[in-house]
Structures are given as structure tokens and as C-alpha cells.
């Protein structure tokens, strides 16, 4: 079973994905605090990170260039999530796997975990 940590400002669209997600067959955890990541990920090592862009104190985009600048996170699934087109039209630069515009359909975003999940599979690092 893939474990996705989710990470977004809100409780209710954490509670709702878990929810879906859990009956879709994934594990998952979702934060809002973006200063929990690396912590939640040492412990909890998610197959994915789906991070907002728009997170209250912090640009999603900046923490995702983080995960990819650190060793241990360096080759971990991103997808970047945001209601803003602008701000997913450079996720790559940023070093996400993939991105899903808000508002989103519950199969959209499924195919597109297992889309990047897919893309994925083939890094090196994995615990």
C-alpha cells in the first residue's frame, strides 16, 4: 500500500482526500504546518509528498526546492497542487514529479498520483 503525506493549509481538504484516498487503497497523513515536513517524512516515509503551492508562512514551491536539495528527500515523489495555473507552470523548475489544478476531480487526481508514482519508480533512492 502507497503512502502519500499530504500538506495544506486546509483541515477540511486534508480530512476529505484521507477519506477518498484511504478507500482508494493508499495510506495517508496529511499536515498543515509546513515546518513539520522533514520531521513527518523521516518518520512516516511517504511513497509521495502532494504539496500545495499556497501555504500560510511558506511558498510550496520553495519547500519542494528544499526536499530536492536534501539528501534524504532528494529523489522522494512531488506533486504540487495549487488553484493558481500561474504558479504551476514552473513546478518542474522547482524539482516537483507533477502538478493538478485545484479545484480537481477525485479521478483526476487519482490518475495523476498514479502518474507520478509511475514516473517515480525508477529513482534510485528509496528506503
Request: aromatic share 10%; charged share 35%; glycine share 4%.
Amino acid at each position: 500500500m502507497k503512502k502519500l503525506l499530504i500538506v495544506d493549509d486546509s483541515r477540511e481538504l486534508l480530512d476529505a482526500l484521507k477519506i477518498f484516498l484511504e478507500k482508494k487503497n493508499y495510506r495517508v497523513k496529511g499536515i498543515t504546518n509546513h515546518r513539520e515536513i522533514f520531521d513527518v517524512i523521516k518518520d512516516y516515509e511517504p511513497d509521495l509528498v502532494m504539496l500545495d503551492i499556497f501555504l500560510s508562512g511558506a511558498d510550496g514551491r520553495e519547500v519542494c526546492q528544499k526536499l530536492r536539495e536534501n539528501y534524504d528527500t532528494k529523489y522522494l515523489c512531488v506533486l504540487m497542487f495549487s488553484a493558481s495555473p500561474e504558479a504551476l507552470k514552473e513546478h518542474k523548475i522547482y524539482g516537483a514529479d507533477g502538478c493538478i489544478e485545484k479545484p480537481f476531480t477525485l479521478n483526476k487526481m487519482i490518475e495523476t498520483i498514479e502518474s507520478v508514482l509511475e514516473g517515480c519508480k525508477d529513482y534510485v533512492y528509496k528506503k
